[in-house]
């Protein structure tokens, strides 16, 4: 969805902001974006998982 948003040309959202600050070229808020994004990947991750041993109980055997 971020990557989405980074090209679409939505007018919000974290791609956007993304983009916005690339361009003016604001590095910390760059590289908190950055942390941000791979934190949220790593929780959304973390939550599959578990959903996933969850309900399919077949997985991984």
Do not use: P
Request: glycine share 10%.
């Amino acid at each position: 969805m971020i990557v989405t948003k980074m090209f679409v040309g939505t007018e919000q959202g974290l791609g956007k902001r993304m983009i916005d600050v690339q361009q003016v070229l604001i590095i910390k808020d760059r590289y908190a974006f950055i942390l941000i994004m791979g934190i949220l990947g790593y929780i959304l991750n973390v939550v599959f998982l578990l959903i996933e041993r969850r309900f399919i109980h077949w997985s991984g055997k």
